[in-house]
């Protein structure tokens, strides 16, 4: 078990430690995540194994500067690993009850954290490795993309984003992962990119996006997300984000 919160004999009170994410293996599928530049606001993605044949992970993007919103990140994290172990490990677990009842949990703790309301919108997954298969809940985020042999399809909002309302719910539906099939995540940073000398005045967008994940032939996840965020910083002229740009990304093998 993680501890999150570390205590000095001179502190007033405990500090909030964001625990460092360490992408578990996966069989058959490979998960990893990439960020560009100094963390200015409120991204943050983890992972944890949950199960023998269950990995969860997801992307969160908490309202605010990084420096206020610390605490929130660092107790959402705690609630995230041990709740997600706890729901999703149940022999006799539905994973689309587990996955609301994480939100649950999730809103709780963050309205309680921040002594009020404080809005994060989420894009939460949990992957069978056995199965293929994804359960995933999409909490005001900007929409997932799924990639097969037909094209990019989108993972659209099934809620309101976490941290607003503590009873709120959110659906959580399952799809299938083809082999050499993907998923690509990306925060509001990364659309909302605004370009710079032949592309002033525009954004980057869900459709630029699109673009390069449908050209991009990456066979890591690393790899794929760096090219997504490279095409922002081209996009941009090279000039320094003004929001966090993170992109996080699950590639099924052959």
């Not at 149940?90 to 921040?114: F, K, Q, V, Y």
């Not at 922002?232 to 002229?237: P, Q, T, Y």
Request: hydrophobic share 40%; proline share 5%.
């Amino acid at each position: 078990m993680f501890s999150l919160f570390q205590h000095r004999s001179s502190d007033p009170a405990p500090t909030a430690e964001i625990v460092p994410t360490v992408f578990p293996k996966i069989a058959g599928a490979d998960l990893g995540a990439a960020f560009v530049g100094k963390r200015v606001a409120g991204d943050f993605y983890d992972s944890v194994r949950v199960s023998p044949e269950r990995v969860l992970f997801g992307l969160l993007d908490v309202a605010g500067r990084r420096e206020d919103t610390r605490g929130i990140v660092a107790a959402a994290q705690q609630i995230f690993r041990e709740s997600g172990a706890e729901l999703f490990s149940r022999p006799d677990m539905n994973e689309s009850t587990a996955m609301s009842e994480l939100c649950l949990r999730l809103n709780r703790g963050m309205i309680e954290r921040a002594s009020g309301v404080h809005a994060c919108p989420a894009f939460i997954a949990c992957y069978h490795e056995v199965f293929g298969t994804l359960c995933y809940t999409n909490a005001g985020h900007t929409p997932g993309l799924l990639r097969d042999a037909t094209g990019i399809t989108e993972l659209a909002s099934t809620g309101l984003p976490l941290g607003l309302f503590s009873h709120a719910t959110s659906d959580a539906p399952t799809v299938a992962v083809e082999k050499n099939g993907a998923l690509l995540l990306v925060s509001r940073g990364v659309i909302e990119c605004e370009g710079h000398r032949a592309n002033s005045g525009k954004e980057f967008t869900l459709e630029g996006v699109k673009q390069v994940f449908q050209a991009d032939s990456s066979v890591s996840t690393e790899s794929l997300c760096v090219s997504v965020l490279d095409a922002v910083a081209k996009f941009s002229a090279g000039y320094a984000p003004c929001d966090d740009r993170t992109a996080l990304a699950l590639l099924r093998t052959p």
